[in-house]
């Protein structure tokens, strides 16, 4: 039975990329060695990273002035990296869901961290609006996409200050314009490789300006001066994140497959909300994330979730499963996802429906 991968993160990859991963696997680049084997200091690792870092610029339209880095650790690390690196004072954050909370707690280990604004009063079902961002804060942090509670931010705002994003989960969905970001991160796992790749794009003029001392991994600038090669980066993982990019530039890059997310989103909602059974958990349609649709059983009949859940995996989707803080269930609908795929969860929806 074909499987139609809606997991959260780790998550579903073109099957491109897949396929170019496992030759590599057993020849990389024609050098008779696994990609699973080679040094991080040959030339040909040396050429596929600064291909993939080069791509990774074109792709996105980075301004001059912007470095990427490949790194480790997860986005999780840069939550206390980017106070280190450029926390003085006084930091502010958009709290809109578990991992935009996780960031500001590391914050205040740096200075004082100020919650400009939090849906939590709703379970993150909405992102706040009317807020005002301190012109005295060294910069402001927000999540774009919250991957948990299916919330997302789908433009680039203006910001007094240096603005801080955590793109982990739609990062490549959408034409960004970077320049009104000072650095921009994730975790590669959700829409562009497996995991052990974080990305961070960072304006070179914002770093360097902090007071305190730093450990040499920690610093931004480390990584700048060596392409990310200071220590061994996660070689496989920017070989996968290098074939996403090339078969996303392949079919018309972020505004082409930004159309295809519309849609592909578009139908899923339509779907819920026409629905007798099932409501979205983000009322506006505004605030509804492209890449994680999330939605529960109406309370009349929630002891039906089980049930649903069962019929689902049984028809061959996975990862239909809703995050334990909001239950229910969240289809994630990243850049590799089909329309074919969304189709067959509607059609599995509409067949459950039908028999209740
Ligand atoms: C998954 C995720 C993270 C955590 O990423 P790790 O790489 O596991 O540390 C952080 N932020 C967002 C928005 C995420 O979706």
């Known amino acids: 039975m074909k499987k139609h991968n809606f997991n959260a993160g780790p998550s579903i990859l073109p099957q491109y990329a897949i396929d170019q991963t496992a030759e590599a696997v057993k020849n990389f680049s024609g050098t008779g060695l696994s990609i699973l084997e080679v040094s991080h200091r040959s030339k040909e690792v040396d050429a596929m990273n600064l291909e993939a870092m080069a791509l990774f610029k074109e792709l996105l339209d980075i301004p001059e002035g912007y470095r990427v880095l490949f790194l480790g650790g997860g986005a999780s690390t840069q939550f206390f990296t980017i106070p280190y690196n450029l926390l003085e004072t006084k930091a502010a954050y958009l709290v809109t869901g578990a991992w935009a909370k996780k960031a500001a707690k590391e914050a205040k280990l740096f200075g004082t961290m100020e919650v400009v604004a939090t849906s939590e009063d709703k379970n993150f079902t909405y992102i706040p609006k009317g807020y005002s961002i301190p012109e005295d804060a060294d910069y402001f942090h927000i999540t774009t996409n919250n991957t948990i509670f299916g ?21 490549f969905s959408r034409p960004v314009d970077v320049s009104k970001y000072g650095l921009i991160y994730g975790g590669a796992q959700k829409n562009l ?164």
């Not at 705002?157 to 989960?169: F, R």
């Not at 492209?290 to 990862?319: D, H, I, R, W």
């Open 151 to 171: 919330t997302e931010i789908k433009y680039d705002m203006d910001s007094p200050v240096t603005l801080v994003a955590d793109m982990s989960s739609d990062i």
């Open 193 to 356: 490789a497996p995991a052990g790749l974080t990305f961070v794009i960072v304006k070179e003029e914002i770093l360097g300006k902090v007071s305190r001392p730093m450990p040499t991994m920690v610093d931004y600038r480390t990584h700048i001066k060596s392409d990310s090669m200071f220590n061994t980066p996660p070689v496989f993982a920017i070989f996968t994140a290098l074939q996403t990019m090339k078969w996303l530039k392949e079919l018309g890059g972020v505004a082409a497959i930004q159309k295809t997310n519309i849609e592909k989103a578009k139908h899923l909602y339509d779907q819920i909300d026409g629905s007798k059974l099932f409501v979205a958990t983000v009322p506006d349609p505004e605030d509804r994330s492209l890449m994680n649709v999330c939605f529960v059983m109406k309370p009349e009949y929630k002891e039906l979730e089980g049930e649903f859940q069962t019929f689902a995996s049984g028809k061959g989707m996975v990862g239909v499963k809703g995050h334990r803080d909001v239950g229910g269930f969240r289809a994630s609908l990243y850049n590799a996802m089909p329309m074919e795929s969304v189709d067959a969860l509607i059609a599995c929806m509409r067949e459950f429906e039908a028999a209740h």
